[in-house]
Structure formats: C-alpha cells, structure tokens
C-alpha cells in the first residue's frame, strides 16, 4: 500500500456558519476563521476542509450555490478567502473546498436561464420532465421531504430536485455542463487550494428513463436513491473529472457517497482507477435508524457498531482507503451518540478519540469535537433554523397529525441542528462567539464546555485530541498498521490490535458505563508493553493480561 500525504494527515472540518463571527452580524465569517488558525494549528491538525462558502441564498446553509466563483457576502469577500488560504499555508495547514454540483441554487444563472424556455441553451444544464398524467413525473420523494419534483408554470414541465425546491440537480449526461464544472474546479485548483469533498457526488449519474422506485406501504413518496445513487455512469464521471480537472495537482479528494458499500467503494478509491482518494460512507451513521428511516429512532449498539468497521477496515485493506468520522455537520454530536454526554462525557469523548485515531484511514474532526461539544435540545420547533427538520416537522406534525412530542424528540436525538450551534468559545455571552445575536442560539452549557476552558486544562479532551495527533505523526503503526479484533463477541469492549513491521499496538475501549475484563489473548502476551495513550491514569508497568476497565475507559499499548 503506498505512502501518502493524505493518508497521513487529521483533517478538521469548518461548517463557517457556526465557527467564529468578527463582525458582530452573528454569522461566522472567514475573518473568524482566520482569527482562530493560531488555535488550529495549536491542536495540530494537517488540512481543514471547508464547507461552502460560495455565493448562496442559504436555503441549505450554502449547499445551494448561486456562483459557484464567489464568496457568500455574510463570509466576506474574494479578498479575505486569499487571504485565509494564505495564512492557512504559512501555517503548514492544507484547504480543501467543498464542491457542491450535484445540484446548484434555483438562483444560479444557469438556472435562471434554463426556466425561461424549452429551447433556451441552458435548459439541458438540469432536469426537466413533462408530468405524467397529471402528476410528477415519478414517484421520488426528496431527501428533505415532499416530491423530488418541482412544477413550474412558465414552461409547463417539471424539474428534479433530490434536495429542496432550491437545489435542482444539475444534468450530468450533458457534456457541456461537466466541462463547466471542470474549468470551475481549475479556477479554485490555480488558487492553489489542496483538494476537494465532493457532496453527495454519487447521485450525479441517474438511471435512464427514471423510473418509479417501490412505494412503501402507506406512503406517497418513495426512497429513490437505487436510481440515483452510485448510478450508471457515475464512475465513467469521475475518471473523466479526474483527467479533466484534478490530474496534475497534487490535490486529496473525499466523496461523499451515502448508500455506497464496500465492493463499490473500492472502486470508487482503488488507486488505479483515479476516481477519488477516499468516500465517506453512511453505514455507522444509519445503525440506530429504523426501517422508517433517520427519525425512526433506534439504540445504536456497540456491536452493531464494531461489525459495521470491522467490514470496512478489512475491506479497504489492501485496496482503497477509508476516512473515518463520527460526526459531521450533518450528523448529531459525537459523544451524545456514541458515549455520554452527561456523567462519562470527558472519559466517553476521549475513548471516541481513541478510537477515530486508531484506526486505519483518515480521521476527521468536527470543529468543536475536540471541545466535547453535545446536542441541545430547544424546546420549540421554531428555535430549529434547518431545512431538513423543519420540512420533516411541517410533513409529519403539521401536514399528517402525528405526535409533536415524538418528532421533537427525534430532532433532539438526530436533528442536524445539533452539530450547528456556535462554536463555544469562552463562557462570555453567546460563548465568545459573536458580539451580535447569533443566526442559531448557542447550546446552553458554553460555561461549562468551553475552548477557553479546554485549552487551560491538560487533563481537557482538547489536549487529550492534541497528544492523539502528535502520536500519529510519530507512529506511521497508527496510519498503515493493520487491523484485527480481539474479544469479538465481548458486548461491551471493542478491541483491535493493529501491526505494521514488526510493531503491535494493543487497543481496548470499554463502550460502557460498567467495568468489564479486558483478556489479552495467548498469542499477544510476548513482548515489552509501554503505555502509549489512555483516558484515565494507568500504571505502565501493570501485566495486562487481564484488565478491569472503568467506565468508557480506553487504553493504547506498544508491544516491542
Ligand atoms: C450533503 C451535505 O453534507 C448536506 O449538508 C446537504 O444538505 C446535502 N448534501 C445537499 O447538498
């Protein structure tokens, strides 16, 4: 396998919105992403990929761009964006952009033009259909709610939109639409950007004919996505994306593919294929939805958990790579969802840690991850400001009767809100985010859960991210190594040991609040043991063949 910058590097996502407001409008901008480098560069981290900043009218946060070569207004401006990318580099720290063409806004001038008429040059940049008898002209529902169709009255016919009535999707067959979003990926390219996370970049190739998906009982829309995602001609797209814009630059890509499995993910990342470096995939993040979907809540179980990476970490062993993540700004809190964010949340955030920056692959932060930062639970539906939650909230509440506790409830556990709330800064109002009102409130315990806080505390789970990072770059064992279980069937300790010439680590995380025994099998027990890392104080020269773990404990050891 070979060596790679990429593969070597901890990236830390910046959702700009949230991160740091400098000019009081309460809206993070990227003058308060620059006025926090010093900090970033401080917990160490390689590459910051960046969610978009483009000209938006913000129906999705910036995920609905309107030109795809300027900077949000509420952002700043050209000159502050080089300006960032300037200092980003001076500090040794790469940017990665988001590119966003599955769709565009309603208000990109491609799709200002292509509404005017049927003949109109740009009409063939997206998808429009005539209805069929009298209705859309298929059955898919949108990932955020509703008919996957829009009618619009001016030409008569109606245009596809996975997303919201603002996002349409952009039409892929045709060729001239792929060759402007090539030269527009070369205009960030020369500005010496260093790579890209492609949005859900495999639902660009749909099926011919687009054809009815299953409607599941009782409902008026159905899941599409076995028409749309990791579609016909997707990897015919990216090998051409690749020669056309990416080939020559020394550049990472990371493709968001939800609905991708490990067979298609290798071929979406086999290095001679030349599509993208790695995927995000969805499998860990959908094992605690039910069979009615995200808000569909279910336990996630450990278990569930320890299968799901274990397939993808053997998977992609020898072929591929993996990222890692546990949250996103799409997903909720990290320690809310996988540890606890009451009692155990220091020992469970930094067990997490542990176990994101063991495995094999790249990991990625949240920004505030490295704070412990949880969910938030607002008590009315019109405190939410996101699209998703409030379409599924009018859907289900307000259109269809159903319980408005419940549904609350599910926003509380898998709203995208979660992940939104203003970055915590210090335990000044609105946590030092900003000056004015914030677009979102603050989560309440910013006096409690703090960067101030965190960064003069040692025993914090900032420094405890910090020391993670550092041991990575000094023990390729943490990239390369590879990756088998130990105590397969243990119900509460997940552990591995990773090898990579003639080194083992030994890594044990209790995902529990009990205090159950680490075994150290027979064939492991030769050997010096060090301590490398752990969440609780431990004695290094303690035997571990056997070890009592305490509550969401986590302990790396060297073998040598
Ligand atoms: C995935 C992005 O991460 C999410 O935030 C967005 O709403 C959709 N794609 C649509 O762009």
């Not at 160490?44 to 978009?52: A, E, F, H």
């Not at 491609?110 to 040059?121: A, G, I, L, Y």
């Not at 209805?131 to 619009?152: H, I, M, R, T, V």
């Not at 509440?397 to 419940?406: A, C, P």
């Amino acid at each position: 396998m070979s060596k790679q910058w990429w593969k070597e590097a901890v990236i830390y996502q910046i959702y700009p919105r949230s991160f740091k407001d400098s000019n009081g409008d309460g809206i993070g901008d990227i003058q308060g992403i620059i006025s926090k480098l010093d900090y970033l560069k401080e917990l160490g981290i390689d590459v910051i990929w960046l969610s978009p900043v483009y000209q938006s009218p913000n129906d999705d946060n910036g995920y609905d761009i309107s030109d795809y070569r300027g900077i949000m207004d509420e952002f700043g401006t050209m000159t502050d964006w080089d300006q960032l990318l300037q200092e980003m580099h001076q500090r040794g720290i790469k940017l990665i952009m988001d590119l966003v063409v599955n769709h565009s806004s309603d208000e990109h001038a491609w799709f200002v033009e292509s509404r005017k008429s049927k003949d109109n040059p740009y009409r063939d940049y997206y998808i429009w259909r005539e209805g069929k008898d009298g209705q859309e002209p298929n059955n898919w529902e949108s990932c955020f709610s509703g008919s996957a169709w829009q009618y619009d009255e001016h030409t008569e016919e109606y245009f596809l939109h996975l997303f919201s009535k603002k996002q349409p999707d952009l039409n892929w067959e045709n060729p001239k639409l792929r060759e402007e979003i090539y030269d527009m990926m070369k205009f960030w390219l020369d500005k010496g950007i260093d790579g890209f996370r492609m949005d859900v970049i495999n639902f660009i190739s749909k099926v011919d004919g687009l054809p009815d998906a299953e409607l599941p009982e009782g409902r008026k829309y159905a899941p599409g996505g076995d028409y749309y995602m990791n579609g016909p001609k997707i990897h015919d797209y990216l090998q051409e994306m690749h020669e056309k814009a990416l080939s020559g630059y020394d550049v990472m890509t990371v493709g968001e593919m939800p609905g991708v499995d490990v067979e298609e993910a290798k071929l979406y990342t086999g290095q001679d294929r030349k599509e993208v470096n790695m995927v995000f995939q969805f499998e860990h993040v959908d094992l605690d939805s039910g069979p009615g979907g995200k808000w569909d809540l279910r336990p996630m179980k450990m278990t569930d958990l320890r299968n799901s990476f274990t397939k993808w970490q053997k998977g992609l062993e020898h072929e591929g790579w993996n990222s890692l993540y546990l949250n996103n700004h799409d997903q909720p809190r990290m320690v809310s969802r996988f540890g606890d964010d009451r009692e155990y949340r220091m020992e469970s955030a930094k067990m997490l840690a542990t176990f994101l920056h063991t495995l094999k692959g790249t990991p990625y932060i949240y920004q505030g991850e490295e704070l412990g930062m949880t969910n938030v639970r607002f008590n009315s539906i019109n405190d939410y400001k996101d699209i998703e939650i409030l379409n599924m909230y009018r859907e289900k509440v307000i259109e269809n009767g159903e319980e408005h506790d419940k549904i609350m409830e599910s926003i509380h556990v898998k709203g995208r809100d979660n992940a939104r709330t203003p970055i915590q800064w210090d335990d000044s109002e609105h946590g030092g985010f900003t000056t004015g009102t914030p677009w979102i409130q603050v989560n309440p315990n910013y006096k409690e859960i703090n960067a101030k806080q965190a960064m003069g505390d040692p025993d914090s789970i900032f420094h405890y991210y910090k020391k993670l990072i550092e041991l990575r770059k000094e023990n390729p064992i943490m990239v390369y190594g590879s990756y088998d279980l130990i105590m397969p069937d243990h119900p509460e300790i997940y552990a591995y040991v990773r090898e990579y010439e003639g080194q083992k680590m030994i890594v044990m995380l209790n995902f529990s609040v009990g205090t159950p025994v680490f075994e150290l099998p027979e064939e492991l027990e030769d050997g010096r043991k060090e301590l490398f890392i752990s969440n609780y104080e431990a004695d290094s020269s303690q035997d571990i063949k056997q070890v009592e773990l305490r509550p969401y404990e986590a302990r790396v050891y060297l073998v040598k």
